[in-house]
């Protein structure tokens, strides 16, 4: 047999090989399944059995929360041959509850999902929550001073620095500073226009990004360690989680995240829709 006609056969088998060592065990519909389910609050397939009087949250994406104020969003894709998950990123500040905070949402069929064991239950959830600042960080930095002036949820102007993650940040009180990144200064009873606490977190998200996101080890506190990661996807369109007359399976975004994942091929990202996922585009923590 000719040299060149020896080389064509290996190269055939080759790429034969590893078609099949690609090919995954789950397909598409899958995936767009366990999406579904999550945006119709209901347990995933892939929840733990466990005792019937469980709770069970199997909780979708949000950009318009209303007791969270939106900073950052992205989205994380792992999979291999039998395994994929995709984690859902989001940073902000959680008003009433006075704690800047990352929310990773899990999906797939390998997530370890988080369990709160009590005696009469247990509490079984696709959520993660990563503190970024303290609710006592806040409470110290938080204005106490002015008369008719606002205290609430606003930045003393003497403030010099703020613990975030264990690391001491420069704290930038020049308002126009923030409004030149589109981010608003509250007006009432604030005529020193001192800065909220949403807006400080939103103004990391915009200057300093990497500490208001998750590491790579957080994110993979709840899928295999050794399960590869595709790609991070920062901007995406996104529809409104309270629009329930489209569910994920009818969404450009989603069908493209589950060709993905089963092909493993990130060139297929290839969105149609201009992406809308900043936080300026939603109305959120406004309750």
Not at 59 to 82: C, Q, R, V
Not at 235 to 252: A, G, K, M, V, W
Request: glycine share 4%.
């Amino acid at each position: 047999m000719k040299p060149f006609l020896i080389i064509s056969l290996i190269l055939g088998l080759l790429t034969i090989t590893q078609h099949i060592l690609k090919k995954s065990t789950f397909e598409e519909k899958d995936i767009l399944q366990e999406l579904d389910l999550a945006f119709e609050e209901k347990p995933s397939s892939y929840f733990p059995i466990g005792k019937d009087n469980d709770i069970r949250y199997n909780i979708f994406p949000d950009l318009e929360h209303g007791y969270f104020a939106t900073a950052n969003s992205k989205i994380h894709l792992y999979a291999n041959s039998e395994k994929w998950a995709i984690v859902f990123e989001k940073s902000g500040y959680q008003n009433r509850g006075t704690s800047a905070e990352i929310e990773l949402n899990y999906f797939g069929n390998c997530i370890n999902y988080i369990i709160e064991k009590y005696q009469e239950r247990s509490y079984i959830t696709n959520t993660q929550r990563i503190i970024i600042i303290e609710p006592s960080e806040f409470k110290k930095i938080e204005n106490k001073e002015g008369k008719g002036i606002e205290k609430f949820e606003l930045i003393d102007e003497k403030i010099k620095e703020i613990k975030v993650r264990n690391k001491y940040v420069t704290f930038d009180n020049n308002s126009k500073n923030y409004e030149k990144l589109g981010i608003q200064i509250r007006d009432y009873q604030n005529p020193k226009r001192l800065i909220a606490f949403e807006a400080f977190v939103r103004y990391l998200s915009e200057t300093k990004p990497e500490i208001v996101s998750a590491t790579e080890e957080e994110i993979r506190q709840h899928i295999p360690k050794n399960i590869p990661k595709l790609m991070t996807i920062d901007e995406f369109y996104f529809i409104s989680r309270h629009n329930e007359t489209i569910l994920p399976s009818n969404q450009e975004l989603y069908k493209l995240l589950a060709k993905i994942l089963t092909i493993k091929d990130t060139s297929q990202w290839k969105p149609t829709l201009k992406p809308n996922n900043h936080w300026s585009n939603w109305k959120s923590g406004s309750l």
